[in-house]
T-cell receptor, first 113, second 115 residues
Framework: KAGVTQTPRYLIKTRGQQVTLSCSPISGHRSVSWYQQTPGQGLQFLFEYFSETQRNKGNFPGRFSGRQFSNSRSEMNVSTLELGDSALYLC????????????FGQGTRLTVV | AQSVTQPDIHITVSEGASLELRCNYSYGATPYLFWYVQSPGQGLQLLLKYFSGDTLVQGIKGFEAEFKRSQSSFNLRKPSVHWSDAAEYFCAVGGDTGTASKLTFGTGTRLQVTL
């Protein structure tokens, strides 16, 4: 079974631009979560989607948004990029909304210049 | 709010030696606990999880962890470390929303293995 796939793996953007990251969960998984990893703040939860609905949201500004499609694939969007948005963005999928473990993708490394 | 503390930022052990990585959590109810490992530039790989039941859980790559409610700890152990175990290890707790979603991670422990 294929794992969680994130595209692209690397991105370089300029301040003020916007960016869209994509995540394809493990086949059959309906929950997708996003995390931001930075050296200063560590791993922080962004949001979770389940069956196309946002179920949980972390403490990030409204510039960070996401969505989930009917095939469970998810995208996250960051608008008006700031230098501090440079990070590794990790996507995780779970089989359902209950008590199951999260499986992570390789991440997308975003650099804002 | 839930939180996780990994007191050791960096640990160095010799290959073949035993390993224990510490994790303390703060959570009101029964937590869902996880250990993940991350190699440089890679995503997180799940080593093991605790949801309920037996407090000693076995994971992949010869790792185990013990849940101790009285100490609010979930320490990771391995009896004999291999050079390939060098990586960063993260303890995480879930359950804030009544499920295992919305993981809160510790700051990580970087493991160095000397030959």
């Amino acid at each position: 079974k294929a794992g969680v796939t994130q595209t692209p793996r690397y991105l370089i953007k300029t301040r003020g631009q916007q960016v869209t990251l994509s995540c394809s969960p493990i086949s059959g998984h309906r929950s997708v979560s996003w995390y931001q990893q930075t050296p200063g703040q560590g791993l922080q939860f962004l949001f979770e989607y389940f069956s196309e609905t946002q179920r949980n949201k972390g403490n990030f500004p409204g510039r960070f948004s996401g969505r989930q499609f009917s095939n469970s694939r998810s995208e996250m969007n960051v608008s008006t990029l700031e230098l501090g948005d440079s990070a590794l963005y990790l996507c995780a999928s779970r089989s359902q909304g209950g008590n199951t473990e999260a499986f992570f993708g390789q991440g997308t490394r975003l650099t804002v210049v | 709010a839930q939180s996780v503390t990994q007191p050791d930022i960096h640990i160095t052990v010799s290959e073949g030696a035993s390993l224990e990585l510490r994790c303390n959590y703060s959570y009101g109810a029964t937590p869902y606990l996880f250990w993940y490992v991350q190699s440089p530039g890679q995503g997180l790989q799940l080593l093991l999880k605790y949801f309920s039941g037996d407090t000693l859980v076995q994971g992949i790559k010869g790792f185990e962890a013990e849940f101790k409610r009285s100490q609010s700890s979930f320490n990771l152990r391995k009896p004999s470390v291999h050079w390939s175990d060098a990586a960063e290890y993260f303890c995480a707790v879930g359950g804030d929303t009544g499920t295992a979603s919305k993981l809160t991670f510790g700051t990580g422990t970087r493991l160095q293995v000397t030959l």
